[in-house]
């Protein structure tokens, strides 16, 4: 515990990450300078491209040219890359955009593991980009938290406290009509910036040729109100199809009164369908395991690769020895006894569900000791689905 708190000391420039709930989070911009010393960053501008080359990556490519934005979705090839600007200027440039580096790159897992001062139920993904001198996404703002911390290269950052969040008509990306900038900052590698929703920015790649920029963006999820509406809609007609929800019978009118108009739905009809809706209830465990389901399922875009057959004997021996990780891909949640995992609620008490709530919370276990045949079958499905990984 002591180390988690050490760890986001520095990552939060000395404050205890208490202090930043309270001051920071969700309501002003923090500037951290050398949040993490000596970073390089976690992957090279080949590399990055590389992945945007990847079916199983999402990626954009944005430009900027004569004052119109332009925005290409990858996977791209080599020659989408050849075909860009040689020499960027202020009237033409680009950025290169990779979502979800978290899922394909150890390290990047490990980086947004250092935000563990948010749960994980906030997260969304590690975002990298590249953009050479005077490239960017524009001035515009975000629907989620996010810490951008600056890699390679360094990147000019205005922020404005404007109010006027209007876009411009017709970009293919969401960029602000106006921007007044309140304040900026150059940052360096290591150098970040907390954003907290809906506060404009801009960012502009600053290089003088050596170190184009990446930027680390670690963003999570503030998901709106009416999504967790429709979708808990939708996990409440699950349990009503289940039968889990009491809404027994049928509609009964036996004390039906003529009516002056057969085609008008009566006062009494309204009021009694009403009274049987109003049975529609749920519990705070209902809410917990529609969160739980919910944001662990993984995104529409992520596939799980099953692991070949491995005989349950060996499975247990490489556990025993070298512990399991989550895979790259993996969302693992948890509320009281039930353990979410990619969307699949099961449920554990005790010597289990401590070793559980370990895998969830640090993405990783050592299992040396585990006894429970049942918690060894589930590891060994979860494994065999894909789920988990002796690699990652
Ligand atoms: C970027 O890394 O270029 C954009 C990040 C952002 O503005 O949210
Ligand atoms: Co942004």
Known sequence: MQKKKNNSLQLLG?????????DY???????????ISDFAGLLTPDE?????????????IVKYKKGQWYADQGPFDEDDFANLPEKP????????????????LPEGAALLQQFDFIPHARL???????APNGGGVGPHFDSYDVFLLQGQGKRLWRISEQTDLSLVDGAPLRILQHFDTSQEWLLEAGDMLYLPPHLAHWGIAVSDGDDDCMTYSIGFRAPKNQELATEFLGFMQDQLNQDKLVLNGIYQDADLQLQDHAAEIGKE??????????KIKWSNEAIAEFLGTYLSEPKADVVFEPNKKMAMRNFTEKLAKIGIALDLKSQMLFSTDNFYLNGEVTTWVG???????KLADQRYIE?????????????????IAGYLSFDS
Request: hydrophobic share 45%; proline share 4%; with cysteine.
């Open 367 to 383: 299992a040396r000791n585990i006894q429970d045949a049942p918690l060894l079958q589930q590891l060994y499905d979860w494994y």
């Open 351 to 357: 010597e289990p569900a401590n070793i559980l709530t």
């Open 269 to 278: 009809m309204i009021a009694k369908v009403s009274a049987n809706l109003q």
């Open 14 to 22: 000395g404050l205890a990450p208490e202090t930043f709930l309270a």
């Open 48 to 60: 990055l491209a590389g992945l945007a080359c990847e079916d199983a990556v999402q990626s954009r």
């Open 25 to 35: 989070w969700q309501k002003k911009p923090l500037l951290i300078k050398n949040a």
């Open 124 to 130: 969304d993904d590690l975002m990298v980009s590249y």
């Open 89 to 104: 200027t202020v009237d033409n440039n680009w950025t290169l955009l990779v979502q979800s580096v978290n899922h394909h």
